[in-house]
């Protein structure tokens, strides 16, 4: 039996022109917001399990869609650069990063309800060591803005956050204890697992983004005052990283 007119809601939509009335509602809203019927499957948008594992929230599914030519580069741009370019958003070291992680993305894989895990490390690796090969380099840094930034360490985290503030054209000064740049990546992981010329290639890469000084042998502390940090730079970042050794759980490990 059909509803009387009067008791209807809402006008139905072929009579939106009718006594000016110029709204309607759109059947596909309905379907896509209800929850209550298996017929209508809805797309919720969430973080992917491989992005939301990542500790250094990459767009991994982004990259990897590119990479299987599911999403498209801009016209002149070939697709290992656009992957290259969408990996290092958010971390500098693909390369890298592709040989060491213990990538906990790939627990929360979605392919391992199925079979195995996406072998996301090696894809990054591939995309690091390609960009390596092909030359690729950063985009230029904006103008700077007249911020001055300290950084303590040139190991990973030094190094990536002097990449990111000069995407923002703050200009960066690197405090280095040692005579090279790497920290962790060099004095801590052997050769065979992260080859040197890798390295060298990754971090050269964003000393060229420029207004990026390094100053090696420099100890904060002992050859250069917080005191004089604190009036000379805009702020202060301690990226001193975990030197220490673990110890072993013996009893007496300390004197041997």
Not at 125 to 131: N, P, Y
Not at 180 to 186: A, D, H, N, R, V
Not at 225 to 240: C, G
Request: aromatic share 10%.
């Amino acid at each position: 039996m059909a509803t009387p007119s009067n008791e209807m809601k809402t006008k139905p939509s072929w009579r939106r022109y009718e006594d000016g009335h110029s709204e309607w509602e759109s059947w596909t809203d309905k379907i896509f917001n209800q929850d209550t019927s298996h017929k209508c499957p809805t797309y919720v948008h969430k973080t992917p399990p491989c992005q939301g594992s990542c500790p250094s929230g990459e767009d991994i599914r982004g990259w990897l869609q590119i990479v299987r030519q599911m999403e498209k580069p801009p016209a002149g741009m070939a697709w290992q650069e656009y992957a290259f370019r969408r990996s290092t958003d958010a971390n500098p070291f693909p390369s890298m990063m592709g040989r060491v992680c213990p990538a906990p993305c790939q627990d929360g894989c979605n392919r391992n309800e199925l079979e195995d895990f996406v072998g996301i490390n090696a894809v990054e690796q591939f995309i690091g060591d390609t960009a390596i090969a092909n030359g690729y380099r950063f985009d230029p840094a904006p103008a700077d803005t007249g911020k001055r930034i300290a950084i303590i360490g040139g190991g990973p985290a030094g190094l990536a956050a002097a990449y990111q503030l000069r995407r923002k054209g703050h200009a960066c000064t690197i405090f280095e204890a040692n005579d090279t740049l790497g920290g962790m990546f060099k004095y801590g992981i052997p050769g065979y697992r992260v080859p040197r010329d890798k390295l060298d290639a990754e971090i050269q890469r964003i000393l060229d983004l420029g207004n990026v000084e390094v100053r090696f042998k420099t100890k904060v502390g002992v050859d250069v005052q917080v005191a004089d940090l604190e009036k000379d730079y805009d702020a202060i970042l301690w990226a001193i990283g975990c030197q220490s050794g673990r110890g072993l759980p013996v009893p007496g490990w300390k004197d041997t």
